[in-house]
């Protein structure tokens, strides 16, 4: 079964500095693996997303990803977090876009910026 | 475009009542699939619909139902309402089922279960 694992639930980062959340997958094919950000009361909006290719994908807001098969991981950053940062993110394993069993997502790592 | 429109955004019940919420996907997207956001279980996948037809489940109770209209409007429906049902109700559309494209999330419903 597939798995995903965000190891951090809290995580505090002051303005201007580097950030990466961590995502751990388990999954027995090759995964396609989504980062979605939320904010309080929204929905999810989707960051970036790996099907295939250059293992370092861009996403909006300046945030990139890299997809390291060998470690099963995807983990995201940013090299300097703005205040309107702050907000829940996921990380996401999936056999396609929405995958045949939905997309599983990992608990969420809160992202806290201070000033 | 429009994106995922979720109607109501807010739901009070009480347990045993039965409830419907709704999901317009974006013009064009033929897959709908919804979840279930607590803070306990996090992000839990319910269904997708494609075509008028469930396509796929998740490990949920039988209480839990929808379907898929012609215009690929879906509805969620729960039956006998529990007090664990409180959560937010997240719907995401696709251009297809199993498609490479990311799916699109709406804002949700929070329903109150009383």
């Known amino acids: 079964a597939q798995s995903v694992t965000q190891p951090d639930i809290h995580i505090t980062v002051s303005e201007g500095a580097s950030l990466e959340l961590r995502c751990n997958y388990s999954y027995g094919a090759t995964p396609y693996l989504f980062w979605y950000v939320q904010s309080p009361g929204q929905g999810l909006q989707l960051l970036l997303k790996y099907f295939s290719g250059d293992t370092l994908v861009q996403g909006i807001k300046g945030f990139e990803a890299e997809f390291k098969r060998s470690q099963s991981s995807f983990n995201l950053r940013k090299p300097s977090v703005h205040w309107s940062d702050a907000a829940e993110y996921f990380c996401?394993?999936?056999?396609?876009?929405?995958?045949?069993?939905?997309?599983?997502f990992g608990k969420g790592t809160h992202l806290i910026i201070q000033p | 475009k429009a994106g995922v429109t979720q109607t109501p955004r807010y739901l009070i019940k009480t347990r045993g009542q039965q409830v419907t919420l709704s999901c317009s996907p974006i013009?064009?997207?033929?897959?709908v699939s919804w979840y279930q956001q607590t803070p306990g279980q996090g992000l839990q996948f319910l269904f997708e619909?494609?075509?008028?037809?469930?396509?796929n489940k998740g490990n949920f109770p039988g209480r839990f139902s929808g379907r898929q209209f012609s215009n690929s409007r879906s509805e969620m429906n729960v039956s006998t309402l529990e007090l664990g049902d409180s959560a937010l109700y997240l719907c995401?559309?696709?251009?297809?089922?199993?498609?490479?494209?990311?799916?699109?999330f709406g804002d949700g419903t929070r329903l109150s279960i009383l």
């Open positions: 996401a394993v999936g056999s396609s876009g929405g995958g045949a069993d939905g997309l599983t």
């Open positions: 619909y494609f075509s008028e037809t469930q396509r």
């Open positions: 013009s064009g997207h033929r897959s």
């Open positions: 995401a559309s696709n251009v297809a089922l199993n498609s490479n494209q990311p799916q699109h």
